[in-house]
């Protein structure tokens, strides 16, 4: 079934349908996975610990509004991340 969806016009299979889909599901469970640390401890990251940087918290106790902020953002980032899997599946980027 999966195959019927991700085909090219030309009736092959499109890898780079798949890859995509693949990096935007990745990236929905890394949402999840930020939600699930979020709900049992309270904050979120806001900031990148790349190469040894700082990682930046919003913590829901101190900062309730910047909080809720990130919260909303995360939850519009996965919606996108959502739509750009089906339009990779679906083939609405053609």
Same mark, same amino acid.
């Given at each position: 079934? /999966? ?12 890898? &780079?349908?798949? @890859?995509?889909? =693949? @990096?935007?599901t +990745?990236? @929905? $469970?890394?949402? @999840?996975? /930020? ?6 401890? &309270?904050?979120?990251?806001? +900031?990148a &610990?790349?190469?040894? *940087?700082? /990682? ?12 809720? *902020? =990130?919260?909303? /953002?995360? $939850? =519009?980032? *996965?919606?996108?991340? =959502? ?5 990779? $599946? ?5």
């Amino acid at each position: 079934m /999966i195959a019927t969806i991700l085909k090219t016009a030309d009736g092959d299979f499109d890898y &780079g349908a798949v @890859i995509g889909a =693949l @990096i935007f599901t +990745g990236l @929905i $469970c890394l949402h @999840i996975w /930020i939600f699930r640390g979020a709900i049992k401890t &309270g904050r979120l990251p806001y +900031g990148a &610990g790349y190469r040894g *940087s700082r /990682i930046y918290w919003a913590d829901r106790a101190k900062a309730p509004a910047g909080f809720w *902020s =990130l919260v909303v /953002i995360y $939850c =519009l980032a *996965s919606v996108f991340y =959502l739509y750009a899997v089906m339009a990779f $599946c679906f083939g609405w980027f053609h």
